[in-house]
């Protein structure tokens, strides 16, 4: 339904039907998440987690912002799908990258806060989507693109790669319970520095025990 001349809901508002070609955009449009998908697949152990998370944001950022010449349907259609695209497999490769990135008795709990701020963008789309662009559509696709664009330099400022690197598991022995920061060479090249010495290390005050259930002092 459409709005009143004072930009709310009243009598004055009209109802629009739907046509087949806007059935048929939206149908593109969700369809982009499958080639987004595949393309985060391929790529994101070739190029690495933070360079995947980083240029598809960044990409789907330029996509959306070419909304502004937009002169045809067509064109419009093919700008969704591929900021769509890139921006499903964007969140796809942080659903990867998030649970490698936490020390396992924190990987649980972190993954879930992350989620959870993932659920503010889905409570604000709509808000955006219906009531801003009704107000001002630059100010909506500033919004969008903006917000992408700011996620792509987050995920550049990232330090920890964690392609191709195992998993450290391990406790580490310590005399109280706390949390030691290590901290490292930020010269050293990225893929000659193991992944647990790059995370925060728990000192869980007893003995190292190994896969096998044996103390070692």
Do not use: W
């Amino acid at each position: 339904c459409g709005y009143g001349d004072d930009g709310n809901s009243n009598d004055e508002g009209v109802c629009v039907e739907l046509t087949n070609d806007d059935y048929l955009s939206v149908f593109i449009t969700s369809v982009a998440e499958f080639p987004g998908i595949l393309l985060t697949a391929l790529i994101i152990n070739r190029i690495g987690r933070r360079r995947t998370l980083r240029d598809e944001f960044v990409l789907s950022s330029l996509f959306v912002f070419l909304i502004f010449p937009c002169t045809s349907r067509n064109f419009e259609t093919f700008l969704f799908f591929c900021s769509r695209a890139l921006v499903t497999g964007a969140f796809q490769a942080a659903y990867v990258y998030t649970p490698e990135v936490y020390p396992t008795n924190m990987r649980s709990t972190g993954l879930g806060v992350c989620s959870s701020m993932a659920r503010l963008g889905g409570i604000l789309t709509p808000f955006v989507a219906q009531v801003v662009t009704h107000t001002s559509v630059f100010f909506a696709v500033v919004f969008y693109a903006g917000f992408l664009l700011l996620a792509g330099y987050a995920a550049h400022l990232l330090r920890v790669e964690t392609a191709g690197k195992p998993l450290d598991d391990l406790p580490i022995t310590g005399e109280r319970g706390e949390v030691e920061v290590e901290t490292f060479d930020e010269e050293a090249d990225d893929d000659t520095v193991p992944l647990g010495q790059e995370r925060s290390r728990i000192l869980h005050g007893r003995p190292r025990t190994d896969s096998y259930g044996s103390t070692s002092s």
